[in-house]
């Protein structure tokens, strides 16, 4: 019984050890990647304020049991850059990432199908470029300001249930 109790108190100790780094991980892939943007909103976000969490910061929303980061909602937060130094490998718990209404521009990275859990994301009313990767597959709903034409690259979201291109100036046929 003694062993037994031993046993899960090592592998509760293990488990708060692993939470607190995932943590630590996510609150400095969210600096690194605020450092890169032309923004002067997000005070909030800096490692002073917190205990290694970024679960109070602005637009993050976490797992209560965990700490770990679930939603981020940016929208309309006057965010202007890229997406290239957002380490989407550092949130494996990521559901939902929303930055609509901002001034993002670029390529959305290869690296967003790091994210495995990501099945909605919002990037409409930025000036992102119509290249979509492969790697977004697993979403479920996804919205994009696009312009020109549809991407055929949206052919590869196999698991897509509400696609959102309204808003948007597209020609063709």
């Given at each position: 019984?003694?062993?037994?109790?031993?046993?899960?108190?090592?592998?509760?100790?293990?488990?708060?050890?692993?939470?607190?780094?995932?943590?630590?991980?996510?609150?400095?892939?969210l600096i690194n990647w605020k450092e890169s943007l032309n923004t002067a909103s997000l005070p909030s976000w800096n490692l002073s304020n917190t205990s290694g969490s970024p679960c109070k910061w602005t637009g993050i929303s976490c797992n209560e049991a965990s700490s770990i980061v679930e939603i981020i909602n940016l929208s309309n937060s006057s965010l202007g850059g890229t997406?290239?130094?957002?380490?989407?490998?550092?949130?494996p718990s990521l559901t939902s990432l929303n930055l609509s209404s901002n001034t993002l521009v670029g390529e959305i990275p290869r690296g967003i199908g790091n994210a495995t859990k990501l099945?909605?994301?919002?990037?409409?009313r930025n000036n992102f470029t119509n290249s979509i990767p492969i790697e977004i597959g697993n979403l479920l709903e996804f919205d994009m300001s696009l312009m020109n034409q549809i991407p055929s690259q949206l052919s590869n979201l196999q698991k897509l249930q509400l696609l959102d291109l309204g808003g948007n100036y597209l020609r063709g046929s």
């Open positions: 019984m003694k062993k037994n109790f031993q046993k899960i108190l090592h592998c509760l100790i293990l488990s708060c050890i692993l939470i607190e780094i995932s943590a630590q991980r996510e609150a400095a892939a997406l290239n130094r957002f380490d989407f490998s550092a949130f099945i909605r994301l919002d990037l409409a």
